[in-house]
């Protein structure tokens, strides 16, 4: 159990809304690409892109509401950086660029950070140095939000917690997908969860 500032969450009980494992044939039924290079591969799903740009896979159909999205993430060599993923999101059609949209991820932000920002003008982000990074290891990452309440966990911990004050609408917005952002990234056993939660009422007790 995971707790939250007045929630409790447990990401690894939470209902699941999307299951279905890498392959190509599922890739190509279920996602689409905007950028980069995508492809599967022994049951990963692959993105290369050599710019600084966010090239994704997205899904092809929107998941509303609060969601949790569960997958084990890696970069792969040369590469050294970024792990990232995105949900209650859009798309600028007209630009072929995200546009409003949550983003987290690790190893990131041009100093290994775990880190989450708010697309398209991020104005509100945050980063850690705290987990320390290792290329080409495999992370557990359990990203989401509950309304403007947002959350990073890796290998079951909370590495990043944030409020947004202006939350984007869940129920208007809910693309979700994967970046690569200059780099060579591969993701697999991925889950959309919906984010379910209990109120904690939480108060101090006089230590002394």
Known sequence: MIHLMHKAIDPDTMPVL????????????DFEVRDGNWF??????IGENRRNFASMALL????FGPVCLDFKGKVLPPCT????????????EATNTRAL??????????????????SPEYGLNCGTKLLGFTPEKEYHIQAGSIGG????????????????PDPIDQEKYGRIGF??????????????????????KEKYEPEF
């Open 81 to 92: 950086h970024d792990v990232n993923c995105m949900w209650s999101g859009s798309w600028d």
């Open 149 to 164: 309440h947002v959350f990073v966990i890796v290998d079951g911990k909370l590495c990043i917690e944030t409020t947004d």
């Open 60 to 63: 092809k159909n929107p998941v």
């Open 179 to 200: 970046e690569a952002y200059c780099t060579r990234v591969a993701v697999t056993d991925f889950k959309v969860r919906r984010a379910v939660w209990e109120e904690l």
């Open 40 to 45: 599967v591969r022994d049951g990963w799903l």
């Open 18 to 29: 999307y299951d279905t494992p890498f392959t190509a044939e599922s890739f190509a039924a």
């Open 101 to 118: 949209a949550y983003v987290a991820g690790i190893g990131g932000w041009w100093d290994g950070k775990v880190g989450f920002e708010k």
